[in-house]
């Protein structure tokens, strides 16, 4: 799946704003990883 689709965001502001996001997402990730081990 595409960070634009599962962020709900212009595919633009992924490319401008890639390496934000990535560190956003990556945050996001090891927040809510433990949720997902089941």
Known sequence: MEIS???NIPRSTVQ???TSS???LKQFLEVHAD???G
């Open 22 to 24: 990535f560190e956003l």
């Open 16 to 18: 401008y704003r890639r």
């Open 5 to 7: 689709q599962l962020l």
């Open 35 to 37: 949720e997902w081990d």
